[in-house]
C-alpha cells in the first residue's frame, strides 16, 4: 500500500498483471500490485457510479464466466448504461487468486461501458485478502479506478467486537493488528457485508458509499444490479444454475 503509481487508465498494463503463467508468478504479481493500491481517498467528483459482479454454472463444461459492469446515476440510483463479457476463464479456480480469473473479464466488460464510472463497487474483497490484492484492489489497479470491495462473507481476519443488529451498526474486521474491512450490517436480520478499500478510496469513504447506495436490500444498489445483469447475461446464454461466488469466501 505505497501508493507507487498505477498506470494511466486505459493503458496498457504487463500481461502477467492479468495472465500470469503459473501460480508463483501469480503470487509475485499480486505482492507487488498490493503494493500499488492507494488506501487513501483519491477520487474526484462522482458523477457515474459503477458496479462490477460475475456469475458462472457449476455444470459449465467449458467453465466460462459472465461478467458485467454496470453504470448508475449516483443520484437515483437508476442504472444508466451496463458492459459485459463472455470467456473462458482464464484460469482454474484457486482460493486466494480468485482476481486472475475474473478480473480479465471484469475489464472487458468495463471496456465495453460507453461511459466510465468515477468509483465503481465490486463484488468481492479488496484489502481483505491474505495478500492485500483481492477482486476489487487487483481491478483497481489495473484500471487506475477508484474501487471498493463489497463481499458478502469473510475470507480471513476476526470481528474485533458484537455486531449490533440495526443497518449502520459497523466492526473491524482485524488481523494481527491490522484493519482489514469493515464489518457492516445493511440491513435488519441479514447477515453483514464486509466492506474493504480496493484503490484510491479509504475505508471510512467505502462504508459511507455503500450505505449511501442502500435501497432496502441486503446488498448496495451498485453491486445489486451488477450481480443481476451478470444473472441475466448467463441466462441469455442458456445457463441456469449459478454457483455460489467463490469470492465470498475464497479470495
Known amino acids: 500500500m505505497s501508493g507507487a503509481p498505477s498506470p494511466?487508465?486505459?493503458?496498457?498494463?504487463?500481461?502477467?498483471?492479468?495472465?500470469?503463467?503459473?501460480?508463483?508468478?501469480a503470487?509475485?504479481?499480486?505482492?507487488?500490485?498490493?503494493?500499488?493500491?492507494?488506501?487513501?481517498?483519491?477520487l474526484g467528483p462522482v458523477r457515474l457510479l459503477g458496479g462490477a459482479d460475475t456469475s458462472l454454472d457449476r455444470f459449465d463444461p467449458e467453465d466460462r464466466i459472465f461478467a458485467a459492469a454496470v453504470a448508475l446515476d449516483p443520484g437515483g440510483l437508476a442504472p444508466v448504461a451496463a458492459g459485459e463479457h463472455v470467456a473462458r476463464a482464464p484460469m482454474p479456480y484457486v482460493?486466494?487468486?480468485?482476481?486472475?480469473?475474473?478480473?480479465?473479464?471484469?475489464?472487458e466488460a468495463w471496456a465495453a461501458l460507453p461511459r466510465r464510472p468515477d468509483l465503481v463497487l465490486v463484488d468481492g474483497h479488496g484489502l481483505s485478502h491474505p495478500r492485500g490484492l483481492g477482486v476489487a484492489c487487483?481491478?483497481?489497479?489495473?484500471?487506475?479506478?477508484?474501487?471498493?470491495?463489497?463481499?458478502?462473507?469473510?475470507?480471513?481476519?476476526?470481528?474485533?467486537?458484537?455486531?449490533?443488529?440495526?443497518?449502520?451498526?459497523?466492526?473491524?474486521?482485524?488481523?494481527?493488528?491490522?484493519?482489514?474491512?469493515?464489518v457492516l450490517r445493511t440491513r435488519r436480520r441479514a447477515n453483514p457485508l464486509y466492506v474493504s478499500v480496493?484503490?484510491?478510496?479509504?475505508?471510512?469513504?467505502?462504508v459511507e458509499w455503500v450505505l449511501r447506495t442502500l435501497r432496502g436490500y441486503r446488498l448496495p444498489e451498485p453491486t445489486r444490479q451488477a450481480h443481476l445483469a451478470a444473472n441475466a447475461l448467463r441466462r441469455a446464454?442458456?445457463?441456469?444454475?449459478?454457483?455460489?461466488?467463490?469470492?465470498?469466501?475464497?479470495?
Open 138 to 182: 487487483h481491478l483497481g489497479v489495473v484500471l487506475d479506478v477508484p474501487t471498493i470491495g463489497v463481499a458478502k462473507s469473510r475470507l480471513f481476519g476476526e470481528e474485533a467486537g458484537p455486531l449490533g443488529p440495526e443497518p449502520g451498526d459497523r466492526t473491524d474486521l482485524v488481523w494481527q493488528g491490522r484493519v482489514l474491512a469493515a
Open 27 to 42: 503470487r509475485r504479481v499480486q505482492v507487488e500490485l498490493a503494493a500499488r493500491v492507494v488506501a487513501e481517498d483519491a
Open 95 to 107: 482460493p486466494g487468486f480468485l482476481g486472475f480469473r475474473e478480473v480479465p473479464l471484469l475489464v
Open 198 to 206: 480496493g484503490h484510491r478510496v479509504s475505508l471510512d469513504t467505502a
Open 8 to 25: 494511466p487508465a486505459g493503458g496498457t498494463v504487463p500481461a502477467t498483471w492479468l495472465r500470469p503463467p503459473d501460480l508463483a508468478t
Open 237 to 251: 446464454r442458456g445457463m441456469h444454475a449459478p454457483a455460489g461466488h467463490p469470492a465470498d469466501g475464497a479470495g
